[in-house]
């Protein structure tokens, strides 16, 4: 059984630089497809950015494009998403998941797993 665990969250100013690192145990991690999403209170989970597997195709939600960096290293088993001119709109608890199993994706429910969050704040 995978496991995803995320790190790297925290407080920031807006304007700020946070890193996140997802963090694959149990397997290899060798997703077809490995997506970020975000959840602030009172809303729904949201798409945030997608990578597939050779890294060669890459997507990211509206906002963030110029913002947001999506890269992922197989060897060490790591997904990242660097952070960049946070707005306090980016506040959120920040999920990774992963696809066994088809192709990229926007749609959280075609992913098989998921990590526990990490929370992002960003302040005034």
């Known amino acids: 059984q995978v496991q995803l665990v995320e790190s790297g969250g925290g407080l920031s100013q807006a304007g700020g630089s946070l890193r996140l690192t997802c963090a694959a145990s149990?397997?290899?991690?060798?997703?077809?497809?490995v997506g970020w999403f975000r959840q602030a209170p009172g809303k729904e989970r949201e798409f945030v950015a997608a990578?597939?597997?050779?890294?060669?195709?890459?997507e990211y939600e509206d906002s963030v494009k110029g913002r947001f960096t999506i890269s992922r290293n197989n060897v060490k088993n790591t997904v990242y998403l660097q952070m960049n001119s946070l707005k306090s709109e980016d506040t959120a608890v920040y999920y990774c998941?992963?696809?066994?199993?088809?192709?990229?994706?926007?749609?959280?429910?075609?992913?098989?797993?998921w990590g526990q969050g990490t929370q992002v704040t960003v302040s005034s």
């Open positions: 998941a992963g696809r066994t199993v088809g192709y990229l994706t926007r749609a959280r429910d075609e992913y098989d797993y």
């Open positions: 149990g397997s290899t991690f060798n997703y077809n497809a």
């Open positions: 990578i597939n597997w050779s890294g060669g195709t890459i």
